[in-house]
């Protein structure tokens, strides 16, 4: 039997998804519960690993229980006893060769950008950057990111088993009033890749940068990685699409 959770958290107060010794980590936290419940240490897999700040409104976890429990009771014990900026949205059953990771279709993730005065109420749920952007120029500059391309100029990644090659299928880029929305789904994404194309469209917006500085380190040959990362509380994990979900 293996077990699959899609849990929804707030980023603010760990330290990214991933285990880490003596760091309040959302893996750590889940598994400590698992743990608790099955009396055995438990460990799940995970979809993706969110960084330090990032928020999950669906990622997707995988465990293989010990021993056989009614899945809706599982669920109740564990969101009383897992702390309050962890959920448990869905809980089900799948195949053995279900991997949250290597099954997955495409990611959706979205980033928050305020162009107003601050809120304080908001200050980890979205960038504070209060200034206006030129929101047409990003839109422009975005599209060049969309189709299949080399972003090893987007990552920290020192090697990559698919040569950094990722396809972008959609970015959408949305205003309501003073916030900003950027909305990007892709095959996969690499560490701070989605930061990385967000913090060039905001310089973009600023008018420090233009659409050549991203022709020019997209697809190129020479290692020459983008110094722009957006700041890590305004980015969601919205949703992971999986074949078997459709």
Request: charged residues 30%.
């Amino acid at each position: 039997m293996r077990v699959r959770l899609d849990i929804s958290y707030d980023g603010h107060n760990f330290m990214g998804f991933q285990r880490q010794p003596d760091l309040r980590t959302v893996q750590g936290e889940i598994e400590k519960v698992l743990t608790q419940i099955f009396d055995i240490e438990t460990v799940v897999t995970a979809a993706g690993r969110t960084d330090a700040g990032v928020h999950a409104l669906n990622q997707v976890v995988t465990f293989t229980p010990s021993k056989e429990i009614e899945l809706n009771r599982l669920r109740y014990s564990l969101n009383c006893l897992l702390p309050n900026d962890i959920h448990v949205n869905v809980i089900q059953e799948v195949n053995d060769d279900f991997h949250p990771r290597q099954s997955a279709e495409s990611k959706i993730y979205r980033y928050l950008i305020n162009m107003g005065e601050a809120n304080p109420f908001y200050e980890n749920y979205r960038y504070e950057l209060k200034r206006k952007l030129d929101v047409e120029k990003m839109i422009e500059a975005s599209k060049l990111f969309i189709g299949t391309h080399d972003f090893k100029n987007f990552t920290t990644k020192k090697e990559d088993l698919k040569n950094f090659i990722r396809t972008i299928y959609d970015l959408k880029i949305s205003q309501k009033e003073n916030e900003l929305c950027v909305e990007i789904t892709g095959d996969g994404f690499m560490r701070y890749m989605v930061r990385m194309i967000v913090g060039t469209l905001i310089m973009v917006g600023l008018n420090k940068e233009n659409k050549e500085f991203i022709t020019e380190r997209l697809n190129s040959v020479e290692h020459n990685v983008v110094i722009y990362k957006a700041p890590s509380n305004g980015l969601y994990l919205v949703k992971v699409n999986y074949k078997e979900d459709k």
